[in-house]
């Protein structure tokens, strides 16, 4: 192993609270990159010096060394950035489905997604602006909030609002300049899922793939019955399960592509060397993170 994150997600596989668990005792981490040491005679996808990233989830990438098996694994080029290739398989997979699956998007047309500054929505902002889409991000109020409105700008964004500017009455003003959102992502629920779906254009839909405030989705029977509004939810594993391998590795390369011509990079990254994983998981559960733990093994 080079190279692995800490995501929420393998938070809450730790705690028990997620959608798939693996059988203990088991390693944590289920994205990360590494570069193939040696390989059976049977084996011909794969050579030594390959760099590789796990298939699915549940792989268990916090460690220096594994035997996996060749199907276990997908080759990535090994001139984009070490940090790019560690932070591939989970964010901006999501990210470019979740663009992709659920509206017929076109040039011009704009998307409203919450947590924008999550490693998902860092993704997504750079992903909408390589399809030529809008975007309006909504992060929290923050003290460096400008400082942060700056970085998701030079990703890409067009807007970045917080949660209160959203819930303002000027709002109305703000979609005569730019068409109404047919897509809403939503990771966090609660009030910020409700704000979302009142600014979706009628027969919109609004995609969760997270519940940060650990609050339900509400939203007004008149929502749902004058404007049409679509709830649907997302989650890559299960995208996997309903999909080839070779789909998944043309995913892969298709985002590989977008990272060699600059247009999609690692959010932002605090490297940690493996030994100090305690100091990582700790900086990884702090509120208002602006920078994602990534371990190294090398």
């Known amino acids: 192993m080079l190279a692995a994150p800490i995501n929420p997600s393998d938070i809450n596989m730790i705690q028990g609270n997620y959608g798939l668990l693996p059988k203990l005792p088991a390693v944590g981490g289920n994205e990360g990159v590494g570069q193939v040491v040696a390989v059976g005679s049977s084996v011909t996808g794969v050579k030594p010096g390959d760099w590789v990233i796990p298939a ?71 992903i909408a602006a390589a399809l030529g889409l809008r975007t309006v991000n909504v ?9 942060l409105t700056d970085r998701l700008k030079n990703l890409g964004a067009e807007h970045v609002l917080t949660e209160e500017e959203l819930r303002k009455h000027e709002m109305k003003n703000f979609f005569k300049d730019m068409p109404q959102p047919r897509l809403a992502l939503n990771c966090v629920g609660g009030k910020s899922s409700t704000e979302l779906l009142r600014h979706l254009a009628p027969g919109g839909t609004m995609v969760t793939y997270g519940g940060m405030a650990k609050q339900p989705v509400i939203a007004s029977v008149s929502q749902l019955i004058f404007k049409d509004l679509k709830l649907r939810g997302f989650w890559l594993s299960q995208w996997k399960k309903d999909h080839s391998p070779a789909q998944f590795k043309e995913l892969i390369l298709t985002l590989c592509s977008l990272i060699s011509r600059g247009q999609l990079t690692a959010p932002a990254c605090s490297e940690v060397p493996l030994q100090d994983y305690q100091r990582a998981l700790e900086a990884s559960m702090q509120p208002f993170v602006s920078s994602k733990q990534i371990l190294t093994m090398c």
């Open 139 to 147: 992060v929290r109020d923050r003290p460096d909030i400008q400082k």
């Open 56 to 126: 699915n989830a549940g792989l268990g990438t916090w460690r220096t060394e594994a035997v996996f098996s060749e199907e276990a694994l997908i080759g990535v080029p090994s001139d984009i950035p070490l940090q790019s290739a560690a932070t591939l398989s989970v964010n901006p997979c999501t990210a470019y489905r979740m663009l992709m699956d659920f509206e017929q998007l076109q040039p011009g047309d704009s998307v409203i997604q919450n947590a924008s500054n999550s490693g998902v929505g860092q993704a997504v902002i750079q």
